[in-house]
Antibody, heavy 117, light 107 residues
Framework: EVQLAESGGGLVQPGGSLRLSCAASGFTVSTNYITWVRQAPGKGLEWVSV???????YYADSVKDRFTISRDNSKNTVYLQMSNLRDEDTAVYYC???????????WGQGTLLTVSS | DIQMTQSPSSLSASVGDRVTITCRAS??????LNWYQQKPGKAPHLLIF???SLHSGVPSKFSGSGSGTDFTLTISSLQPEDFATYYC?????????FGQGTKVEIK
C-alpha cells in the first residue's frame, strides 16, 4: 500500500530554518517524482517544489533560493529544507507522489509549519 | 505563471442537484488539468486527471470536460459526502498552479 508520512513541522521564528521529512512506503522515491504542496490556514493550495526521479528539482518563485528539496534513497525519504522563513510560509505542508502522467495520486496527511515570533 | 480562475468561489446546493464548477486558465494548457476534492482537515484527493479521465475508484457521478483554457467539473447528483472544496490544477508549465477553490455547501 502506498503511503506518505510528513514530519518535522513546528513553530519557528522568522528568519529561522527547519527541515520537513516525507517518508514513503509501498513504492520507491528514487524512481518516482515527489512534490510538496502547502496550504496556508483557511487558504487554497500552493505548489512548492518537486524532485524528479532523475534528480532534477523545481521550485515556486516564492520559495526559490530559500527552500531545497532532496531525497535519501536509503531511507526512502524526501526532505524539504527551509531557510530564511517568513510569516507567509506558515502553512500545512503536504508531500505527494506525482504519477508521471501529470497528477498527484497519493498525498500524506500534512505537517503544520508556523512561522511566528 | 499560468493563472487558474475557478467560478464560483462557493455555492449552495441540495442533495440530488447537478453541480458544475468552471476553471479557466490564463493561457492554453491543452488537457493538462486535474481536479481534486478536499474535505476539512484532510489532504486533497484526486478526482479527474487529463481534464476528462476519472481516477481509479472515483464514482462516475464525477465528470470533467474541456481543453485549451476552459474546463468544467460536474457532479451529476450531489450526495452528502460530496460537500467539500474542489480545486483545479494545471501541470502544463512550471510553476504548477491551482485554482482558488470552490466550496460546495449544503443548501
Amino acid at each position: 500500500e502506498v503511503q506518505l508520512a510528513e514530519s518535522g513541522g513546528g513553530l519557528v521564528q522568522p528568519g529561522g530554518s527547519l527541515r520537513l521529512s516525507c517518508a514513503a512506503s509501498g513504492f520507491t522515491v528514487s524512481t518516482n517524482y515527489i512534490t510538496w504542496v502547502r496550504q496556508a490556514p483557511g487558504k487554497g493550495l500552493e505548489w512548492v517544489s518537486v524532485i524528479y526521479s532523475g534528480g532534477a528539482t523545481y521550485y515556486a518563485d516564492s520559495v526559490k533560493d530559500r527552500f531545497t528539496i532532496s531525497r535519501d534513497n536509503s531511507k526512502n525519504t524526501v526532505y524539504l529544507q527551509m531557510s530564511n522563513l517568513r510569516d507567509e510560509d506558515t502553512a500545512v505542508y503536504y508531500c505527494a507522489k506525482y504519477s508521471g502522467y501529470g497528477f498527484l495520486d497519493y498525498w500524506g496527511q500534512g505537517t503544520l509549519l508556523t512561522v511566528s515570533s | 505563471d499560468i493563472q487558474m480562475t475557478q467560478s464560483p468561489s462557493s455555492l449552495s446546493a441540495s442533495v440530488g442537484d447537478r453541480v458544475t464548477i468552471t476553471c479557466r486558465a490564463s493561457q492554453t494548457i491543452s488537457t493538462s488539468l486535474n481536479w481534486y476534492q478536499q474535505k476539512p482537515g484532510k489532504a486533497p484527493h484526486l478526482l479527474i486527471f487529463a481534464a476528462t479521465s476519472l481516477h481509479s475508484g472515483v464514482p462516475s457521478k464525477f465528470s470533467g470536460s474541456g481543453s485549451g483554457t476552459d474546463f468544467t467539473l460536474t457532479i451529476s447528483s450531489l450526495q452528502p459526502e460530496d460537500f467539500a472544496t474542489y480545486y483545479c490544477q494545471q501541470h502544463y508549465n512550471f510553476p504548477w498552479t491551482f485554482g482558488q477553490g470552490t466550496k460546495v455547501e449544503i443548501k
